[in-house]
């Protein structure tokens, strides 16, 4: 076989290029080729006049590739499992963030429902006049705010409560009921209820409980003041829910307030509210109700009097006094002069 690094002879010429046939191609060195040959390979390449082509580099060895291969695969595969395993711990923590919070919840429901049961436990022996209920209320009840609630129950018994004779136990049911309503014992509950006051719709609500949350030591005087604004309120009804407001506050100042919406109130509601606020209802003291008698007995003959006030009147004094002397005013004068 003709040696290829060899000139051809020329009886075998190739063609030439404008025969229309490409010339041929150099042909590759084979690796194996001894060192002699390609050294006079390169000799005669070069006095052929074509370029040198760089030597053809070895290539990796299959184990070389295996282990590049193998290395890169370990690299992804350990970031993918660091990208899951972060994603996989995130994905656990929310898990638990949600069992933690919907436990949270649950445990809190069930704890305000057995609160619930327990205020509704002592609201039914405080509406027996019992005394130890009355101070369990009296040092439970700010606990229940905002985690119990009003129901037909809790409202028959509070009812029944607040207007028993004895004033230890309408005290408890009075703050009972604050708890009940939401209004915290305090600053903010003031604040609160002195705000609803001032929308119509919630008027006669907030200016019950600014006279129960007074009487119950949180700023009475402050309390006596916002009522005392709405007294002439253009809707009876609020104007009632003052003047029950003012018998719970129960403070000096409110005896002359009540006394005057008595007596010139022009809705007979009013008027009868007042009347049994100082008779009665609401926290005064029998002294403060004797106060308030004194008027009424002096009012006795008064002929701007209606004949309804009279009758409210002379019902008050009945209450106040344990007395039953009917319209005799001279007989009830003769009463409040030995009584003082």
């Not at 191609?25 to 074509?50: F, H, I, M, N, Y």
């Not at 005087?221 to 809707?235: F, N, Q, R, S, T």
């Not at 309804?308 to 009945?318: C, D, E, N, V, Y």
Request: aromatic share 4%.
């Amino acid at each position: 076989m003709a040696d290829l690094l060899k000139p051809q002879d020329p009886s075998n010429e190739s063609p030439k290029p404008d025969d229309g046939i490409e010339p041929p191609q150099r042909p590759e060195v084979d690796g194996v080729q001894a060192p002699a040959e390609v050294e006079k390979s390169a000799q005669k390449t070069e006095s052929d006049g074509l370029p040198i082509a760089p030597p053809k580099q070895q290539p990796l060895s299959r184990a070389a590739e295996v282990i590049v291969y193998l290395s890169l695969g370990f690299a992804v595969c350990v970031l993918l499992g660091w990208g899951a395993h972060r994603a996989i711990a995130r994905l656990i923590s929310a898990v638990a963030a949600t069992k933690a919070v919907n436990g949270g919840v649950a445990t809190s429901q069930r704890a305000d429902r057995i609160r619930q049961t327990e205020a509704e436990g002592l609201l039914r022996r405080l509406a027996t006049g019992e005394q130890a209920a009355a101070d369990q209320v009296l040092a439970q009840s700010d606990s229940w705010t905002g985690k119990t609630e009003r129901t037909p129950k809790t409202d028959q018994w509070v009812d029944i409560a607040i207007n028993l004779k004895d004033m230890h136990v309408r005290a408890a049911a009075v703050q009972a009921e604050l708890a009940l309503d939401g209004v915290p014992r305090d600053a903010s509950g003031l604040k609160m209820l002195e705000d609803a006051a001032d929308n119509p719709s919630n008027r006669a609500w907030a200016l019950w409980l600014l006279g129960a949350l007074g009487s119950r030591g949180v700023s009475p005087e402050h309390a006596a003041k916002v009522i005392g604004a709405y007294l002439d309120d253009p809707v009876a009804a609020n104007r009632a829910a003052g003047v029950n407001g003012l018998a719970l506050l129960a403070t000096d100042e409110t005896i002359p307030m009540l006394l005057d919406r008595f007596r010139n109130d022009p809705s007979p509601v009013v008027q009868e509210r007042a009347a049994c606020g100082l008779a009665e209802a609401g926290m005064y003291t029998h002294e403060q109700r004797m106060v308030a008698a004194a008027s009424m007995v002096a009012w006795l003959d008064d002929s701007l009097l209606t004949a309804q006030q009279r009758t409210w009147m002379i019902q008050a004094l009945r209450d106040i006094s344990g007395q039953n002397f009917g319209t005799d005013a001279a007989a009830w004068r003769r009463w409040h002069d030995g009584a003082r």
